[in-house]
């Protein structure tokens, strides 16, 4: 079983909409959840990043933490064509030294 | 943010030769650097982490004699894999951190590796 579970897409929704995405785990050591963005032929960016359970909003995005369900979600309101990246999970135990990451899900938002 | 540069984003060798991949921090000193691999569908993996001036650490199942990391200044880690082989084709991406936080880990843009 891989320690982290996202659905590698792909998703395509039309502009304005809500989009969600997730990702499980299986190692209840894990503490970090972060989001990354990646555009086509670039490295990473960090979105967001959470310690422990909750929820943690900026701007248009909010990320979900519930570590009773090993469950992390992305929601990005007002989807805007810019949008269209591949998000991926990752996390650790033990901060920015071991991150792990999910398969990345491709969003497309269209016009 | 930072800029992390990596370098070449692309590069096509034959069965046997060995392939120098550079990853820089242009505007910063890196404490520490990490490599990474990526095949196919699947999620990035984390091969070895390197500090400036001692020897990477490299994960389990990571040939450290395949895969030779050199970190030899506060901005600059090379990747040579040596000896490559088709089944060493992947998307390779190297990160640098200044200090201590999610917010101070930067990625590059990556290198794909095709072997012939």
């Known amino acids: 079983q891989k320690e982290v579970e996202q659905d590698p897409g792909p998703l395509s929704v039309p502009e304005g909409a809500i989009v969600s995405l997730n990702c499980t785990y299986s190692?209840?050591?894990?503490?970090?959840f972060m989001w990354y963005r990646q555009y086509s032929r670039k490295g990473p960016e960090l979105l967001m990043y959470?310690?422990?359970?909750g929820n943690k909003e900026d701007g248009r995005f909010t990320a979900q933490v519930d570590k009773s369900s090993k469950y992390i979600s992305l929601f990005i309101r007002d989807s805007q064509p810019s949008d269209s990246a591949t998000y991926l999970c990752?996390?650790?135990?033990?901060?920015?030294?071991?991150?792990?990451f999910g398969q990345g899900t491709r969003l497309t938002i269209n016009p | 943010g930072a800029v992390v540069s990596q370098h070449p984003s692309w590069v096509i060798c034959k069965s046997g030769t060995s392939v120098k991949i550079e990853c820089r921090s242009l505007?910063?000193?890196?404490?520490?650097m990490f490599w990474y691999r990526q095949f196919p569908k699947q999620s990035l993996m984390l091969m070895a982490t390197?500090?400036?001036?001692?020897?990477?650490?490299?994960e389990q199942g990571v040939e450290k004699d395949k895969f030779l990391i050199n970190h030899a200044s506060l901005t600059l880690s090379t990747l040579t894999v040596t000896s490559a082989h088709p089944e060493d084709s992947s998307f390779y991406i190297c990160?640098?951190?200044?200090?201590?936080?999610?917010?101070?880990?930067?990625f590059g843009s990556g290198t794909q590796l095709s072997v012939l």
């Open positions: 990160s640098a951190i200044m200090g201590q936080g999610f917010e101070k880990l930067f």
């Open positions: 190692n209840s050591a894990f503490q970090y």
């Open positions: 959470t310690y422990s359970s």
């Open positions: 990752a996390m650790s135990g033990q901060g920015a030294q071991k991150l792990v």
């Open positions: 505007d910063f000193q890196a404490t520490t």
């Open positions: 390197s500090n400036e001036g001692s020897k990477a650490t490299y």
